[in-house]
């Protein structure tokens, strides 16, 4: 459809908004100015580039289906489908899980949300079109947390159950990821980390979940909530599987979303040998020490880290005072980070790579039809956002990215000593089910995403490895590393597996 000028209606109505006092001969002339501008336009929507389907024309594809409950008894899946991976390559024949807010394409999207279920994608994200050269077939689509805003596990389906107990979630936001690996339905799967979307059900499920190095992994194709939070990163049973799929994605997006340079990379899973004896670790005083943090918890998480120590790490106790303050830091940069890209129709703006028009379009549709539909969550944080914005003119999100900064540089100042910090991935194992519980109390719960949030915001690589149980749940372990030192992080992940 062609594209209208603007009227000078239009235009009075827009100036407004923009706080501008517009004059009916300025208006006059803005609209013949505006008209001269259609060339322009009609420019743009004459290129029809290559699509970047990343093999998707030669591939074998179903769309795929809805699970009953009896096959999906902990309603981790939304979909399963099957795309055909290439033959030969470094996961040929694995099976592999998709969180629903990663691009498959011909395959239903659904973030987990009513708000925009039915939209299929016409794109492979980029990490699946590097899974699928690797020799990876797409098994299907899991289940999340509606559009990705708790860590509890409450899709828009229904809740994700932990396959550990079913009284009890599986978190969240890659909640069905987990499960899926849990089951053994897949051999790794694809989750997205926001504030602890990866890590979090890792540590309620008791697998691996690797947050990795941001910028490591494209995030093309993915549907976020922030450009400056947004991480894919690999779940799996063990450590060499997360290991042997981040060799698979990683690589840098730039504007050449094939290229794979300045970002360093390197075969994972070639560096898993288990020795830690020429480690340090600094145990994070702070990320043991929060209120209602469980006790039997942060016992089981000392313990692993003893092992390490047995296996030759050397260990001592650190302090970063402002890792208290980070998750507050975090709340106030995502209300307006979140505005930004959601009245950037899902996507925002200034991102130097691909941008899914497909989605912006569907997306732009929906929540202009449908946005009460959106989970509580979201609701608040577009309500602060608007109103910091509005009322004070960003000066909080401002002053939040700054202290991002110096954040960053206090967590450096440790690895400058030290090469790994280690805290509990969460403070309390996986959450009860509570069927009664509206989704307004849910906002109120204790927050679980203490130690996990802050390094979405300052980039370090972060993995979450099963550390023990409590009562028959599991406890996970975080480890955290220098940026782009992901594989001293899951080696030392390896050793603990392996003690």
């Known amino acids: 459809m062609p594209m209208r000028p603007p009227t000078k209606a239009a235009f009075d109505e827009l100036g407004e908004e923009l706080f501008l006092d517009l004059t009916d001969e300025e208006l006059e002339f803005f609209v013949e100015m505006a008209e001269r501008k259609m060339e322009s336009y009609e420019t743009v929507t004459s290129y029809a580039p290559e699509p970047r389907l990343g093999g998707a024309e ?3 594809r179903s769309s795929g289906r809805r699970l009953s409950s009896d096959e999906d008894p902990h309603n981790a899946w939304v979909t399963q489908c099957f795309v055909a991976g290439d033959d030969g390559g470094d996961l040929d024949g694995w099976e592999i899980g998709i969180k629903d807010n990663v691009c498959v394409a011909g395959v239903e999207m659904t973030c987990g ?3 925009v279920e039915g939209y299929v994608p016409n794109r492979d994200a980029t990490v699946v079109s590097r899974l699928l050269e690797a020799g990876a077939d797409v098994v299907g689509k899991t289940n999340m947390d509606d559009m990705a805003m708790t860590s509890t596990g409450h ?17 969240g936001s890659s909640g069905g990821s987990a499960v899926a690996v849990v089951e053994g339905a897949v051999d790794a799967a694809i989750g997205s980390d926001q504030g602890g979307s990866v890590r979090v059900p890792a540590a309620f499920c008791g697998i691996v979940g690797h947050k990795p190095t941001y910028g490591l992994v494209p995030y093309t194709g993915c549907i976020g ?9 690999p779940m799996g049973p063990d450590v060499e599987s997360v290991a042997r799929v981040l060799s698979a994605i990683a690589g840098s997006n730039e504007r050449n979303l094939r290229s794979h340079s300045p970002v360093p990379v390197e075969r994972y899973e070639n560096a898993l040998d288990g020795d830690v004896s020429d480690l340090s670790i600094g145990v994070l005083e702070e990320g043991f020490d929060r209120p209602g943090a469980d006790e039997d918890v942060l016992e089981t998480a000392r313990a692993a880290i003893d092992r390490l120590a047995e ?6 106790d650190v302090s970063v005072p402002m890792h208290l303050d980070a998750g507050d830091i975090h709340e106030v940069c995502t209300s307006e980070g979140l505005l930004d890209a959601m009245t950037g129709e899902g996507v925002g703006h200034g991102w130097k790579a691909w941008y899914n028009r497909s989605w912006v379009e569907t997306f732009g549709k929906a929540r202009r039809a449908q946005s009460d539909d959106f989970p509580a969550r979201l609701k608040l944080l577009l309500l602060m956002g608007a109103y910091t914005n509005r009322e004070y003119h960003s000066r909080y999100y ?6 991002v900064v110096e954040l960053t540089k206090r967590y450096d100042e440790v690895f400058a000593r030290y090469d790994l910090l280690a805290m509990p991935t969460t403070l309390e194992t996986a959450l009860e089910r509570r069927p009664d519980q509206d989704e307004h109390d849910r906002l109120r719960h204790t927050e679980i995403r203490h130690n996990t949030m802050p390094f979405n915001r300052t980039g370090h690589p972060a993995v979450s ?26 080696n030392a992940a390896h050793a603990l597996e392996s003690a």
Do not use: K, Y
């Open 58 to 60: 030669r591939r074998e």
């Open 113 to 115: 949300s009513q708000v």
């Open 155 to 171: 899709s828009a389906f229904g809740p994700v159950l932990n396959p550990h107990d079913d009284d009890h979630l599986a978190g």
């Open 225 to 233: 909530i922030e450009h400056t939070i947004d991480h894919p990163g």
């Open 311 to 316: 296996r030759g790490a050397s260990v001592d």
């Open 398 to 403: 401002a002053r939040g990215m700054n202290l």
């Open 465 to 490: 490895v099963p550390a023990g149980e409590v009562d028959g749940l599991p406890v996970g372990l975080m480890l955290v590393g220098p940026r782009f030192d992901d594989a001293t992080v899951l």
